[in-house]
């Protein structure tokens, strides 16, 4: 029996994650209209220690009713956690579904808009 787990490198995802906070999201991006960082609040986030990274898995079949509960769970913890930096202003939690295949991703266009 093979597990979904099995077939996720966690350490890559978070890495992935980590990487895509640097190198995209906190950085300018004239192409698209950018001219500084796509989110500025991130970086600050970061170094404040309030931003946390949670992955969470989808499995092989997802439906929009496990992406919606992956989305309100989330938002729960978001709420109970207990965060590390001063500024609330800058709490932050990045949900990363790393076994999400391509052709799932318009589940989060869905739940995102129940």
Request: hydrophobic letters at 40%.
């Amino acid at each position: 029996m093979t597990s979904t787990a099995s077939l996720v490198d966690f350490a890559l995802a978070l890495e992935t994650v980590e990487e895509w906070l640097t190198e995209y999201i906190s950085a300018s991006h004239p192409e698209i209209g950018r001219t500084g960082p796509i989110c500025p609040f991130v970086a600050p986030s970061r170094k404040n220690r309030t931003m946390e990274i949670r992955l969470r898995l989808a499995g092989h079949a997802p439906t929009l009713e496990l992406i919606e509960e992956i989305a309100r769970s989330s938002l729960r913890e978001y709420e109970l956690t207990t965060w590390q930096g001063r500024n609330p202003m800058l709490r932050a939690m990045v949900v990363a579904l790393p076994d999400l295949r391509s052709e799932d991703t318009g589940l989060l266009g869905q739940a995102h808009a129940r």
